[in-house]
């Protein structure tokens, strides 16, 4: 442990070393705030703490007696907080897909401290208040890209809605991620794994993206192209996302497995149910974590939409759904594990979502 | 593009003001720059939750944030949270059912716990669970720190 004590004397008894007393002339701040904490020690003494031996941890670069305290885990970057949209495009444009965008910095912060990314510059969209909203239009709920998890999680709109949303809303990461998190973010950002891009999947959404030429919607089947790669061009910000409404008494369900509640999903189905009685109107199935992009399970879906919400058309359509993927294994668990798993959880989704199904 | 950056920020009421690189994390300008080594810093990417603050009075990650994000925002911090040289009842409530052993997750485990019963006044206990997911701990086997929650929640739901 590297510790301090109170006992050690500042500069007078470091004078017969010549290199540590370079290094506290160097170092002129420090030492006032030495003698500071001197003083403060004889305050305590005076206290009645005479002989008393007080350890202070001082951080690492003032221990190695850096001038000013600098420690520093991102590489270097441009930095750029536009207030508008406008300005956000502008600054991106001007470095050819060398910047990146940053939103909630839930998953690109990481990536930085680890010095995995390296862009040329950070293009901050948390200044900008016009991308923050949530809004029902033309029978979709339009986010703002800046729309924080932790407000959709709390939105009333969202809970009557697009309760699968607010239901998937609390499997992302935990409390203090989604206070910052964003749904464009999390959508723009494409980890497979994630439960917001299967729910854009699963409804069927659409995000929108403004670059240089102009605006684009994008549709969920032509937004997600591999592991953490969308069809935005390196110029395009995801402004917006819409989700369809969910009809009134559509059944929903977000199942997950992952070793602890906040993880990334070892596998998550969304799944969501519109019933006529015994027969299934609609069905729509997508997976988290079965591949590198989200996968809909429309072969599935299909043994529903034609045979209704039986007991063996929802087992039929788990053993369906273990056809349709292809996952890969990593450290978290195995291909054939995963494989299994999209069966178990889309039977327990289906199961859910056709109980809470009126119609 | 200017290399150095001012924050003027307030942590804890109290308003501050320091200058450092865009790349500097806010955890670091809290310890270094601002000497409030209350908020400690553990894995560094997010996991460990160690160095949750209250950012504009929601818990928040400050490995993972960056100083000047901060700037004109308005911070709590562990030191933040005694009053009149009392414990606040969190804390109080920590002490009295081993919610703490080697205090390191503290800090993150305080400002989360905070934040999970503004918003959930009387939780259950699979509930304070998932609040209380967002800390590591390596100590206390999370019981006592479940036990802390479950019976601060009362006291603070009356104190709003």
Redesign the interface.
Known sequence: MIARSEATPPRSANGDNAKNENANNENANNENANDENAKNENANDENGRVGATRFV?R?P??QAGLKA?????????????PKSLEEALAALGRYGGDAKVLAG??SL??L???RLARPAA?V?L?RIASLAYIREQDGQIRFGAMTRQ?TIE?SSVVAQRLPLLKEAT?WVG????R??GTIGGSIAHADPSAEYPAVLAALEGEVVARGAKGERVIRAADLFQTYLTTTLAPDEILTEVRLPAMPAGAGYALEEFAR???DFAIIGIAALVVREGQRCKLARLATAGAGPVPVRLRAAEEILEREGLGDAAVEAAARRATELVNPDADIHASADYRRHLTGVLTKRALTRAIGVARG | ?ADI?TVRLKVNGVAHEGR??????LV?FI???LGL?GTHVGC???IC?AC?IM?NG????S????A??ADGAELETVEGLMREGKLHPLQEAFREHHGLQCGFCTPGML??AL??LR?NPAPNDREI???I??VLCRCTGYQGIINAVRAAAPTLAAER
């Not at chain 1, 935990?174 to 991620?177: R, T």
């Not at chain 2, 450092?20 to 994390?25: A, I, N, Q, V, Y």
């Not at chain 2, 490995?63 to 960056?66: A, Q, V």
């Open positions: 941890l951080p670069s003032v305290p600098a420690t520093m885990k991102p590489p270097k970057f441009e930095y750029h907080a910095g839930q912060m990481p930085l401290n680890f950070l901050d948390n932790r709390f609390r935990h409390l203090p991620i206070t910052r602890r509640h906040g | 593009m950056v450092c690189e865009p790349r500097k994390l670091d310890r270094e720059d080594t560094e990417h997010g939750g949750t950012f929601e818990a928040a990650r490995c993972i944030m960056l000047v994000q400002m989360t934040d999970f918003t669970r998932e609040g997911s967002a």
